[in-house]
């Protein structure tokens, strides 16, 4: 089974469209992250969450909202889409803090 | 923020050479870790460091905790093809923090 899983592999949308990603682990871990990796690899943190609670919130814009509904998952919501939001999107989970199991991540394009 | 300087940035060898990268930073970490990303896929741990001067192996990886605590080294010895991909070393401050910091990458590229 896989550990940490995203949903959907690829998403092709237009600018101003609404998107959302979905992200869940079943590695009983207690923190979740989202990452931006851009067209030059360049691995980001975006948000962090430790037993649904937001602890790390990167200068990201407020277009984008993180969800946890349970330890398990972490969506990740994107309003108003624009162009330079094109990247792929990791979710990953730790057991706290050290070691991060990646997701296979998500790829955004903006049209 | 905490900046990992990692370097080289891409690296061209020929199968059956030996590998070596290098992360560097102005502040120190408790625990260095080093990724491999392949192509299309997330980055995988490799090796996990705790220790200054701590030296671990994994198969044809060794890397090592600088004594410092401001650096670590990734060796791989005889490369193969499959050796390919982005590798990230990732610093870690101290065990409540919650957040690390990912160097910027080392892309390798092994001509068979």
């Known amino acids: 089974d896989t550990a940490v899983s995203q949903t959907p592999k690829y998403l092709v949308t237009q600018m101003g469209n609404d998107k959302s990603i979905k992200c869940e682990q079943n590695l009983g871990h207690d923190t979740m992250y989202w990452y931006k990796q851009d067209s030059k690899k360049f691995l980001k943190i975006m948000f962090s969450?430790?037993?649904?609670?937001?602890?790390i919130n990167e200068t990201v814009p407020n277009r984008f909202s993180p969800k946890s509904p349970d330890k398990a998952h972490l969506n990740l919501h994107i309003n108003s889409l624009e162009l330079g939001d094109s990247a792929v999107y990791f979710c990953?989970?730790?057991?706290?803090?050290?070691?991060?199991?990646f997701g296979p991540g998500t790829r955004l394009l903006v049209l | 923020g905490q900046q990992l300087n990692q370097s080289p940035q891409s690296m061209f060898i020929q199968e059956g050479e030996d590998v070596s990268m290098n992360c560097t930073s102005s502040?120190?970490?408790?625990?260095w870790l080093w990724y491999k990303q392949d192509p299309g896929e997330g980055p995988v741990l490799l090796i996990a460091?705790?220790?200054?001067?701590e030296l671990t192996s994994n198969g044809r990886l060794t890397a090592q905790f600088g004594i410092t605590r401001k650096d670590s080294f990734l060796n791989i010895s005889a490369s193969i093809p499959s050796d390919v991909g982005i590798y990230f070393c990732?610093?870690?401050?101290?065990?409540?923090?919650?957040?690390?910091?990912f160097g910027d990458g080392t892309t390798l590229t092994v001509k068979p």
């Open positions: 969450y430790n037993n649904k609670e937001l602890i």
């Open positions: 990732a610093g870690y401050p101290n065990t409540n923090a919650g957040k690390s910091t």
């Open positions: 990953a989970s730790s057991p706290w803090g050290e070691t991060q199991y």
């Open positions: 502040s120190i970490f408790n625990t």
């Open positions: 460091l705790y220790k200054a001067g």
